[in-house]
């Protein structure tokens, strides 16, 4: 029997607003995540994103709201989105296989001091597992945005953010809502400290 017109919707908003509220028992790792990433911008070093599907697209979101803007003006922050090159993405694919995608833009990109947050609802995405892997053995500050359980990147993470559900759906609405909490936070408070140790300007090229 279907539900009444309308029913599911609210049963899904209902659901929604749940796994929201529990978000509140994780404010502590998300004030860790938000930490570690300030003191990352604030030592000239990047804040790296990847993910696949949907968690491909937060990644590419995330990444836009540093290197733009969030909710104020201010400089540009450094943002990266591993997920966005195709040449790269289907290069690296068809020479090593797609479980190496990420791992080797970090081995080529990261940097010691740097941030790698790796995006999977489940957790057991092995491209995103391996990234993380290969980031630890370089010096990079590691990030599971996941679900329920953790799944293996929750294992092998510095920091985690496990979102108390199991449905992709709601996990993918909690990881955005989680990322904007992150840039919020990194824009009201990195800005300040790079206005006030401002790097030395270039000297133009001559000709």
Same mark, same amino acid.
């Given at each position: 029997?279907?539900?009444?017109?309308?029913?599911?919707?609210?049963?899904? &908003?209902?659901?929604?607003?749940?796994?929201?509220?529990?978000?509140?028992?994780?404010?502590?790792?998300?004030?860790?995540?938000?930490?570690?990433?300030?003191?990352?911008?604030?030592?000239?070093n990047k804040i790296l994103w990847c993910g696949n599907g949907?968690?491909?697209?937060?990644?590419?979101?995330? @990444?836009?709201?540093?290197? !733009?803007?969030?909710?104020?003006?201010?400089?540009?922050?450094? #943002?990266?989105?591993?997920?966005?090159?195709?040449? &790269?993405?289907?290069?690296? @694919?068809?020479?090593? #296989?797609?479980?190496?995608?990420?791992?080797?833009?970090?081995? @080529? &990109?990261?940097? @010691? !001091?740097?941030?790698?947050?790796?995006?999977?609802?489940?957790g057991n995405s092995l491209n995103i597992a391996n990234a993380?892997?290969?980031?630890?053995?370089?010096?990079?500050?590691?990030?599971?945005?996941?679900?329920?359980?953790?799944?293996?990147?929750?294992?092998?993470?510095?920091?985690?953010?496990?979102?108390?559900?199991?449905?992709?759906?709601?996990?993918?609405?909690?990881?955005?809502?989680?990322?904007?909490?992150?840039?919020?936070?990194?824009?009201?408070?990195?800005?300040?400290?790079?206005?006030?140790?401002?790097?030395?300007?270039?000297?133009?090229?001559? !000709?």
């Amino acid at each position: 029997m279907r539900p009444a017109p309308g029913n599911e919707f609210s049963i899904a &908003i209902a659901d929604h607003l749940a796994v929201v509220d529990a978000l509140h028992a994780q404010c502590a790792d998300l004030q860790s995540i938000a930490d570690c990433m300030t003191n990352a911008l604030c030592n000239g070093n990047k804040i790296l994103w990847c993910g696949n599907g949907g968690s491909a697209a937060d990644a590419q979101h995330l @990444a836009a709201e540093l290197v !733009g803007r969030f909710r104020r003006e201010r400089r540009g922050m450094a #943002g990266v989105a591993l997920t966005t090159d195709t040449s &790269i993405l289907t290069a690296v @694919a068809n020479d090593y #296989g797609y479980d190496t995608i990420f791992e080797r833009q970090v081995e @080529a &990109i990261g940097s @010691a !001091g740097d941030v790698l947050v790796g995006i999977s609802t489940s957790g057991n995405s092995l491209n995103i597992a391996n990234a993380i892997e290969k980031a630890s053995a370089m010096g990079l500050w590691t990030v599971a945005f996941t679900g329920r359980g953790g799944g293996r990147i929750a294992r092998i993470a510095h920091y985690v953010l496990a979102v108390a559900s199991s449905d992709t759906a709601r996990i993918q609405e909690v990881h955005i809502l989680a990322g904007h909490l992150l840039c919020d936070w990194v824009e009201q408070h990195v800005p300040v400290f790079l206005e006030t140790h401002a790097l030395p300007a270039i000297a133009a090229i001559k !000709g």
